[in-house]
């Protein structure tokens, strides 16, 4: 069971759990890590090292720094996903939904070398992240509902300079994830307690916790103007605690935890500058979504079932240094579902496609103001979605706008 792409820990288990949205990418995956790799649709991020948030993506991309670096941002995710189409139990047609939301991800970086060898790092980031809320009056609340979900990321790495070519790299990673789930219906609720005398919301969860994961990478400069890098971030099973009430589950499951895995994932990059002025970059990533099969807790109680695939993203992306103030950049992505055969109407899930477009103005010879913007683009996608007691039919549609500002500095 492999359910990893959409925040970090606790929030994640506790949204997907019964259904959660995603706001950015396939999954639950937040791409939000820096200003400068929204601009160009995140191609290239493993290894283009121009500023220290480089260090998110691929901790061997460290080496490339020859001073002190620090960049600081925010990020801001518009999501607009509608539900539209809706029939509830075969029989009620339902009015649209929009349940998007606004949410900002900050993040911070800073990266030292110690040596001609040695670079060590630290960040301040979000892998996962999410929020959508359907209207109170929404009949098919059992499916849609609050999902609020939050993730912290703090980075621990070094990296290891083997020789003018190669580099390697490792991190640790602390995560921290928050998250509310609801779900209710009060006909639904009414029947279930007749039949079993247990009173309560369908699920009310409000939890969080901690858990820890590693990244490792590695850079290949054939030479100043032509590198390579690639890296593996390991996401560990999550075990979220707090507030847990579950209907069908016998209530007040509070004593148990909820287990959520966070996707592994892969990716490849590549840089070439091919003259003064032009550089190309492109990456591959690789999200390990096939072992999200189910959501449970530790007392084996199934809340919800996924199945989901494994996620793709292929980036491709070009930088224009146009002058010594201003550097120009564009990206594309093709980011893959996470969904397969299961959907839902609270995780939008499609294949969609990136624009992206960002500068960078040099305020001077050591720090610069960076800008980027992202225009995601998802499909349409039949759902339905039925229990023992009831069924929603709908169409769904997840875009998104994101915008983003960072300051970067060298010492």
């Known amino acids: 069971m492999n359910k990893k792409r959409l925040f970090t820990k606790s929030v994640v288990a506790v949204a997907v759990a019964v259904s959660s949205q995603q706001a950015l990418a396939a999954g639950f995956q937040l791409n939000a890590q820096s200003a400068t790799g929204l601009g160009r649709a995140f191609a290239g991020d493993a290894v283009i090292a121009d500023n220290a948030s480089a260090m998110a993506r691929n901790a061997a991309a460290m080496s490339l720094f020859d001073a002190p670096a620090l960049s600081l941002g925010i990020n801001a995710i518009d999501t607009d996903i509608e539900v539209k189409n809706t029939t509830y139990s075969k029989i009620l047609p339902l009015g649209d939904e929009q349940v998007g939301d606004t949410s900002y991800v900050p993040n911070i970086y800073y990266i030292h070398p110690i040596n001609d060898n040695w670079t060590v790092g630290t960040g301040l980031y979000s892998n996962f992240g999410t929020k959508t809320e359907f209207s109170d009056s929404f009949a098919g609340n059992e499916f849609g509902g609050l999902t609020d979900v939050k993730s912290l990321n703090l980075a621990l790495g070094t990296s290891y300079r083997i020789n003018q070519a190669w580099s390697v790299g490792a991190g640790l990673d602390v995560i921290y994830g928050e998250g509310k789930l609801k779900r209710s219906n009060k006909m639904l609720e009414a ?53 847990m009430q579950y209907q069908l589950g016998g209530g007040d499951i509070s004593h148990e935890k909820l287990i959520m895995p966070l996707p592994d994932m892969a990716e490849f990059s590549g840089f070439h500058k091919l003259n003064a002025q032009f550089a190309v970059h492109y990456s591959v990533q690789w999200i390990n979504w096939s072992e999200f099969d189910q959501l449970e807790t530790t007392g084996k109680k199934v809340l919800n079932r996924y199945e989901w695939q494994d996620g793709w993203h292929y980036a491709l992306g070009g930088t224009y240094y146009l002058n010594q103030d201003w550097t120009l950049r564009a990206g594309y992505m093709y980011d893959t ?62 875009n998104a706008l994101l915008y983003g500002v960072q300051y970067s500095r060298s010492f």
């Open 337 to 398: 579902s996470a969904q397969d055969q299961l959907t839902s109407i609270s995780v939008p899930d499609s294949d969609r496609q990136w624009l992206s477009g960002g500068f960078t103005y040099h305020l001077d010879a050591k720090s610069n103001i960076d800008v980027g913007v992202t225009y995601l683009m998802g499909k349409d996608v039949e759902v339905v979605e039925a229990n023992d007691f009831t069924s929603v039919n709908a169409t769904t549609r997840a």
């Open 191 to 243: 029947g279930i307690a007749a039949q079993t005398g247990v009173q309560g919301p369908l699920v009310d969860i409000d939890a969080d916790g901690f858990a820890l994961g590693w990244n490792v990478g590695t850079v290949y400069e054939y030479n100043d103007n032509n590198r390579f890098g690639l890296s593996y971030r390991y996401s560990p099973d999550l075990e979220a605690k707090g507030d």
